[in-house]
Structure formats: structure tokens, C-alpha cells
RNA sequence: GCUCGCAUAGCUCAGGCGGUAGAGCACUUCAUUGGUAAUGAAGAGGUCCUCGGUUCAACUCCGAGUGUGAGCACCA
């Protein structure tokens, strides 16, 4: 005799056992319309499931994100079945939901076609009018492995095979269709009302290069034909934003064939990058780091000795030169060690903390490359902290502060902070691993933010936190990092005088907060829409006059400005007032000066907001007062 | 690197059963001195990515290369 508890804390008793969908139906007729599963104490199951004791239970509807989560899995489901009535031969093998859709991967002698995407999205739509009930049934995992084998489904057998133990397996049933799955699903293929495929792209058979490739349909699926079309525009205008579209529009920097992967920066972009720059530069002063330089070329042997050359040789670019190989450098760290081995150091000089703009060549995979968000030639804001085990906490926690400081400065707040731990091959004692995820664990806990564990992904030679911001497609782009380093100090012979006069080897922390500077002006650009804050706009202000009359009043104007230190220019050229604004606001420039004979004879300026918005007239002073201001707050709140 | 797609004027894009191409914006010139998102007119601008092949003829068809897009793999 269940006795089921709702969300809003009322109970409801039952003389039998009941399905979710019964206990929904005797709410309501609406609702059990509207199942799509349930939570039975907080887990997630199909609406036919029965509760046979008491219970907490939450019906789930599409409003509800696992709801949504349910509908795309089972849409997963629903375009396998029309795959394969459309091509028999294409085989199944896994299609779980991911942000905002699904995707489903089909093994098949050849790619699908945007046409091919049509016909299936044609016969989803006729599946889902034959509505057929979506049901779950239990099978032996020898049964199972008969049943694929007998359908010639081979990715499913080796998928089944794969799973550890002899428990019993779910699988789901839609007519003809059948397959393997955890679920829950929705009751029916009449649940869906709003599905679109969107691409379709080659995968790798269980994510792995040295297998076959597969076909990946993605689509995507919400509970209502408006959500979809609210997402469907959602995407366009994250398209909008694109930093390569807004690069070229902008006049930013541009690529050509001729240097794949490298960007070339216009003034305006090289503004900005120097603007950020700056910024860094002051950051890092106050930070107690010391700036230094360091050769793009270095001798072979020192990449060999850092064991760099062992593992990356295919994406270090090399040089001969008179019968000597060098490499250009792909990374700074083997070079701040040479300058931390020059004089004896000290105990007492630690921590030293190096910093570095560094210009760094990878020989990136070409597929890999993608605007300025990964590139071959970029650089990094780089900088290694040499110091004893004891103070690396205290370095992660000063560190993690500091980035946060500067990712507020630039307007970001989301940062999505990842701790990669041990992986399999690794160097340094157990002992030693655990003080330092430890040490980098207590750092992300005291943020107070959520941070994912990944673990075995951690570099050979220590842990690291990764800290990234999302593009404007959603692709999390990673940015900061810091890293524990146990092992390269000691290869490169790196040593300091310890209090009892013994030598030891410092422990050195890899870290960087922008990470690239061209990765970090691409998702500026975006994040901003290329509406660069003032104190980042590569022009701050714009001076207009209304005709001729007004040009050396312009010009003086302008002159004032830039000796206060303000990017200003003017467009005194011939046209109407109507056509600069329009083409500098295009230009996305934050305040637009308008000048006319009344601006001249009161010795003012109008003030246009980059929005539109008339700020009014305004004196020299009070501009300089507004413009100040506005630099001041760097990126914050925007 | 892998799968599939794409490559035409500075930009955004049309176009053609194989007979060397067009629009809008931008650019140049002229007229216009106009108060907050496009003044009008005229002009100039292209080895249709590169190299091979087929053909009387290739920008168009085929092959290779390069670059690029989506996804996968990789990312010290």
C-alpha cells in the first residue's frame, strides 16, 4: 500500500502498487498527458514504472530540464529507427544527449548527405505519428549478445561486452526498433514536438583516432516548436559574434594561406592586444613577478634534455642552421629555468616568480586550428614560480585570487575550473602527488565555485587546475592554468641552497592566466560582441563635425584628448552627420563627439553613447571626467 | 591528422547544359556644407585558390595540392 510524496509535500495513498503514470493520471488528466517519466526518490525512471512501497515522486514533464534531457535521449532513439528504415545496413552504436540536443553515431559504408538528413527527419516525423508505444524490457547478457549478433549489429555486441559484470541489461523497444539503453524514455513516439537534425560530421569509434570512423548525426529537440525556434535564433545570433567574423569587420587582424595558424594583427586589433598587454604587465608588477625575455631559438638539445623533444618532436617547428639544429620554441619554461640556474640561488630567494610574454610556435594538427582560438604561432602570458613544497599552496591560492581579480577586470564571472589529477605514466612518489592535489584541491575549494575532477588527465610531471571560458558556440575554450611541476626543475639541473646548506631542487608551478593572448582576445571579441569596452576599444572616442566650419575646433579637441592620453580621432570628411554615426557605430565605437557651430561657440562637444543613447552637451573637462570613469571600471558588470 | 563540405571583386554573396562573369556595400572622381544609423551621379575594380588531366574550348567536368568550415582525434 504505497504511500507516494509529491514536491509540494502532499502525500497520496494507494491500495495497489501503481505506475508513475497512474499516480499522474489521478492527479490530473492534464499531467498524465504531459508525463514523460518520473523521479522516484530522486531517480530518474520511465513513466511505466511501478512503485510498489512509499515513495517521494516528482512527474516529469518537458518543463522540467531532466525532461528535456529524457525527450533528446529518446529522440536519440527515434532518428536511429528512421536511420534504419531508411538504410537498413547502417548499424547503431551509441547516442546520448549533450547541451542544448543529441547526437547518435551510425556505422555505414558511406556519409550521410544534408539530403540524407531531410529523408530521416521526414520519417521521424512519420514515426512519431504512428505513435508507438516505447517499451522496456530486461535481457541476459548472453541473450543480448545472441539478439545483436543475430542482427548483425556488431558495435552493439562489442558494446555489451564491454560492460563488467553479468547483471541484466535494460533495453527499449519502439516497434521494430531495439536497443540497448539505461533509459528512462518518454511513453511514446507521439511525445516529441519539436526536432531538428543540424549537422552531420565524421567521429571516431569510441573516441579513439586508430578506429574506424563513424557517421554522427546532432540534432536537436525541445518541448515545444517555439523553444526550438527560440534556439534556432539563439545560434544565429551566436554566429553573430563570431571573433573571426567581427575580426574582419572590425579590422582587427586577418590570416593568409601563407602563414596558416598565425594571425596578422591590423592597428586596431594591435590596440587591443596591447591594451590587454598592459594591463598584464601592471598585474604582474604588483604581483611581486619579475618580467623577463627569452630566445624564440634554442639549441635541439635543450628541448631533448627537457624531454620535450621525445614527445612533441612532430609539433616543434625546427631550424638549420650551419649543421646545428635549433627549435623554435614551443613553450618558455625550459628557458625560465636557464635564467633561475644563473648565480646560486637561495632559500631565501624563493619564491621567485618569472614572468614572461612568450612568443611560443606549435605545430598544431591542421584540423585543430580554429581562428584565434587555437593557433600555431601565439603568446603566452607565461610565467613559473619557483619555490619550496611548502609554499605551493600558498602560491595556488595567491594565483587563483589573482586570475579571478583579472577575469572579473576583463567582464567574465562564469569560469569553469577543472583539477586534472595522476595520470597512469607519471613521474614523483605517490607521497609527493597527494600533497600537491591536495594543495590544488584546497585552492579550488576556497573559491567557493564549482570545479569538475578529471581524473588521470593531469600532465606527467604534476597536477594541474585548467581554468575556461565558452566561445560563442558554447565550446569551452580553456585559458588559465597552474600546474604543479615536480620533474623538469631537477632534468634541467635547476638547484637552491637550502637553511641547512644542502642543495635541493625547487618545485616549479607552470602558470598562465590568460593563457594565449590571441585565445583570449578571440573570446573577448565574442564575449563583447566586439562592443570592446573602453579602456580595451582600440578607438575610445570619435569627433564629428557637422560641415567644415567646425575643423579646427575638431582638431584641437582632439588634440586636447590625446595629450590626456584617450585614442581619439576625428572624421572631418564631407558627409552627413547621419551617415558617420552610422558607419563608426557599425565601427563599434564607444562615444561619438558631435560638433556643430553651437558646440563651437558654448566650447563643447555632444556626446553619443556607442547604444545610441544622447549623453548631451559636454565640456572638455566633463568628457575627460566621463571617459576616466569609464576606463576605470575596466570590464566589470558588463 | 581523419570524415564530409566549401574556395567567384576589398567585404557579403549571385551566376552559368563547358564558349573567360554580375549585384549590394566599400573604393576613386564630381556635385552637395547637410544636426545623430545610408545625399546624388559617374568611374574603376576579377588569372573565378594552385597545379595537372579530359576537351576544339575549363572558372564550370575529373584528379591532386593548399587554405578554410563543422565534427572527431590531438592540445607540453
Known amino acids: 500500500m504505497p504511500k507516494i510524496t509529491l514536491p509540494d509535500g502532499s502525500t497520496r495513498e494507494y491500495e495497489n502498487p501503481v505506475t508513475v503514470i497512474e499516480v499522474a493520471e489521478s492527479i490530473g488528466p492534464g499531467l498524465a498527458k504531459a508525463a514523460l517519466a518520473g523521479r522516484v526518490d530522486g531517480e530518474l525512471v520511465d513513466s511505466s514504472t511501478v512503485i510498489s512501497s512509499d515513495a517521494d515522486l516528482a512527474i516529469i514533464t518537458e518543463r522540467d530540464s531532466d525532461g528535456l534531457a529524457v525527450i533528446r535521449h529518446s529522440c536519440a532513439h527515434l532518428m536511429a529507427q528512421a536511420v534504419q528504415r531508411l538504410f537498413p545496413k547502417a548499424q547503431v552504436t551509441i547516442g546520448p544527449v549533450v547541451e542544448d540536443g543529441f547526437f547518435y553515431d551510425f556505422a555505414f559504408s558511406r556519409a550521410f548527405t544534408p539530403e540524407d538528413l531531410q529523408a530521416i527527419e521526414k520519417v521521424m516525423g512519420e514515426i512519431v505519428k504512428e505513435n508507438l508505444t516505447v517499451e522496456r524490457s530486461v535481457m541476459s547478457r548472453d541473450e543480448a549478445v545472441a539478439m545483436f549478433t543475430e542482427m548483425g549489429e556488431d558495435y552493439k555486441v562489442q558494446i555489451i561486452e564491454s560492460i563488467p559484470g553479468d547483471e541484466d541489461l535494460s533495453f527499449y523497444r519502439q516497434g521494430e526498433f531495439i536497443d540497448l539503453c539505461r533509459g528512462p524514455h518518454v511513453p511514446a513516439t507521439s511525445s516529441f514536438k519539436a526536432f531538428k537534425l543540424t549537422s552531420v560530421a565524421g567521429a571516431y569509434w569510441r573516441g579513439d583516432a586508430s578506429n574506424e570512423m563513424l557517421q554522427r548525426i546532432h540534432g536537436t529537440a525541445w518541448g515545444s516548436k517555439k523553444d526550438l525556434k527560440l534556439f534556432l535564433q ?69 628541448w631533448e634534455k627537457s624531454g620535450h623533444a621525445s614527445k612533441f618532436a612532430d609539433e616543434m617547428f625546427s631550424v638549420e642552421s650551419e649543421n646545428r639544429m635549433y627549435a623554435i620554441k614551443p613553450m618558455n619554461c625550459p628557458c625560465h629555468i636557464q635564467v633561475f640556474n644563473q648565480g646560486l640561488k637561495s632559500y631565501r630567494d624563493l619564491p621567485l616568480r618569472l614572468a614572461e610574454f612568450g612568443s611560443c610556435h606549435r605545430y598544431e594538427p591542421s584540423g585543430s586550428m580554429h581562428g584565434l582560438m587555437r593557433v600555431r604561432s601565439f603568446v603566452q602570458d607565461d610565467g613559473h614560480i619557483f619555490c619550496t613544497e611548502e609554499q605551493i599552496q600558498a602560491e595556488v591560492a595567491d594565483f587563483m585570487t589573482l586570475l579571478f581579480a583579472v577575469y572579473k577586470d576583463f567582464g567574465f564571472d562564469e569560469v569553469i575550473l577543472r583539477l586534472s589529477t595522476r595520470p597512469e605514466k607519471r613521474v614523483g612518489s605517490d607521497e609527493v602527488w597527494d600533497k600537491s592535489e591536495q594543495s590544488l584541491k584546497d585552492a579550488l575549494n576556497a573559491t567557493g565555485l564549482p570545479w569538475e575532477l578529471v581524473p588521470g588527465e593531469g600532465a606527467f610531471y604534476g597536477p594541474k587546475i585548467e581554468c575556461s571560458l565558452k566561445d560563442c558556440m558554447g565550446r569551452v575554450q580553456q585559458c588559465g592554468t597552474i600546474q604543479v611541476d615536480f620533474s623538469t626543475p631537477g632534468r634541467l639541473g635547476a638547484q637552491y641552497v637550502a637553511e641547512d646548506s644542502s642543495k635541493q631542487e625547487p618545485v616549479m608551478l607552470h602558470r598562465a592566466v590568460l593563457g594565449s593572448f590571441e585565445r583570449f582576445i578571440g573570446i573577448l571579441i565574442e564575449h563583447y560582441a566586439g562592443d570592446m569596452p573602453a579602456w580595451l576599444a582600440p578607438e575610445q572616442a570619435l569627433i564629428l563635425n557637422i560641415t567644415d566650419k567646425q575643423n579646427d575646433y575638431c582638431r584641437n579637441f582632439e588634440e586636447s584628448l590625446k595629450n590626456k592620453g584617450f585614442r581619439v580621432s576625428t572624421d572631418l570628411r564631407n558627409e552627413k552627420i547621419g551617415f558617420k554615426i552610422r558607419e563608426h557605430t557599425l565601427q563599434k565605437i564607444p562615444y561619438l563627439l558631435v560638433v556643430g557651430d553651437k558646440e563651437v561657440e558654448n566650447g563643447t562637444v555632444a556626446v553619443r553613447k556607442r547604444g545610441g ?19 576605470a571600471s575596466f570590464g566589470r558588470g558588463a
Not at 567574423?245 to 602563414?259: T, V
Not at 594591463?279 to 619579475?290: G, L, P
Not at 565640456?619 to 571626467?625: G, K, L, P, R, W
Open 613 to 631: 543613447e544622447d549623453l548631451g552637451a559636454m565640456t572638455f573637462h566633463e568628457f575627460c571626467t566621463l571617459l576616466n570613469q569609464d576606463v
Open 234 to 302: 539563439r545560434l544565429e545570433e551566436a554566429e553573430k559574434r563570431d571573433h573571426r567574423k567581427l575580426g574582419r569587420h572590425l579590422d582587427l587582424f586577418h590570416f593568409q594561406e601563407e602563414a596558416p595558424g598565425m594571425a596578422f594583427w591590423h592597428p586596431k586589433g594591435w590596440s587591443i592586444y596591447q591594451s590587454v598587454q598592459r594591463y598584464m604587465r601592471e598585474v604582474q608588477d604588483k604581483n611581486n613577478y619579475k618580467e623577463i625575455n627569452t630566445p624564440q631559438l634554442v639549441d635541439y638539445s635543450l
